[in-house]
Nanobody, 119 residues
Framework: QVQLVESGGGLVQAGGSLRLSCAAS??????MGWYRQAPGKQRELVAH???????NYADSVKGRFTISRVNDKNTVYLQMNSLKPEDTAVYYC???????????????WGQGTQVTVSS
């Protein structure tokens, strides 16, 4: 069984920053990812990172967001800078695997943390 607990969301003005955290317990897969889901939209992959620290980002967040992890603490972070109103969403973390450079999520999700960016 895997448990994922996200924290760090909140309300911030455009141009501001937030740092999300995800604490994982249980049998963690090699890669971890951050997803987000805005109202009325599908959940989308924002960034993922392998156990070795290799990271990949969605085009919409490249240069603004940074994913990192501390393996011995089973924790993954998402540093979000230069936030835009379109970043408003519920952010979820997930543990999965990377196959042929593609992140494949597991069935385990956290409860999510709300990020709201005001204009």
């Amino acid at each position: 069984q895997v448990q994922l607990v996200e924290s760090g969301g909140g309300l911030v003005q455009a141009g501001g920053s937030l740092r999300l955290s995800c604490a994982a317990s249980g049998s963690i897969s090699s890669a971890m990812g951050w997803y987000r889901q805005a109202p009325g939209k599908q959940r989308e992959l924002v960034a993922h990172i392998t156990s070795g620290g290799s990271a990949n980002y969605a085009d919409s967040v490249k240069g603004r967001f940074t994913i990192s992890r501390v393996n011995d603490k089973n924790t993954v972070y998402l540093q979000m800078n230069s936030l835009k109103p379109e970043d408003t969403a519920v952010y979820y973390c997930n543990t999965g695997v990377v196959l042929s450079a593609n992140y494949v999520p597991s069935k385990y999700w956290g409860q999510g943390t709300q990020v709201t960016v005001s204009s």
